[in-house]
């Protein structure tokens, strides 16, 4: 059973696929709802207001990036995408559209059930007020006071690096793209600029990383961006 028990919508066309995916839903104790269209998906999202959405970017009546794109004009849940599509430039469009993780068909049922867990975890931290510190490992990040420190020493950070951890500290388990970073640190003149990203976030990962080499919290998606692990 998931220690949280969500209502859970699933966007995808082969009957197939939706059998499987609401039976290992269910068996967590969630509460799953069915659309084979973008249409009818869209309906069931404004309706139901789900916890999360699981989607399929290839429907009959639509791509699933423009599903986001509207879905992320009135809601904030989290669509995890499973898809066959596993070019780069696809994975990205996704993303930047406001997907929070992406599943490449075919999948297994443990490795979607995780990241479906680590999308309803990160949902619950945002809908809980609470201190504006995130703690891991012997790093102490204060969003109030905007200072980090180690072992409660301050650590020195440019303000890029700072930009850059608080950007992914804050959405924790979802992958952010190079685009995405380079809007909100460095502004939309800069999307395209990607090696800015990977210079800064390098250092960022000496100071923060216990070993750089195999950083453990910055953790690097290929080709598309990072995701942070608490």
Request: hydrophobic share 40%; glycine share 8%.
């Amino acid at each position: 059973m998931s220690e949280i028990r969500a209502k859970i919508l699933i966007v995808e066309d082969e009957a197939d696929i939706r059998r499987f995916v609401r039976m290992a839903l269910e068996s967590e104790g969630h509460e799953a709802f069915e659309a084979d269209c973008l249409k009818r998906g869209l309906i069931e999202a404004g309706t139901r207001r789900p916890d999360l959405i699981v989607l399929d970017l290839g429907l009959p009546d639509g791509d699933g990036v423009d599903f986001i794109r509207d879905l992320r004009g009135w809601s904030n849940s989290p669509v995890v995408v499973l898809s066959a599509r596993s070019g780069e430039n696809d994975k990205i469009a996704a993303l930047d559209a406001g997907a929070d993780d992406y599943l490449v068909k075919p999948f297994g049922a443990g490795e979607l059930m995780a990241r479906v867990r680590a999308q309803l975890r990160r949902r619950a931290q945002q809908a809980t007020p609470g201190e504006p510190m995130i703690r891991f490992d012997d790093i102490c990040l204060d969003l109030s006071r905007r200072v980090v420190e180690r072992n409660g020493e301050p650590l020195h950070l440019t303000p890029i690096e700072y930009r850059l951890l608080a950007c992914v500290a804050t959405q924790p388990n979802r992958v952010i793209t190079h685009r995405q970073l380079l809007k909100l640190v460095w502004g939309p003149g800069h999307i395209e600029d990607t090696h800015y990203v990977r210079v800064h976030m390098a250092n960022l990962r000496k100071k923060i990383e216990r070993d750089a080499s195999m950083p453990k919290h910055i953790v690097t998606e290929s080709g598309i961006g990072y995701r942070f692990v608490l």
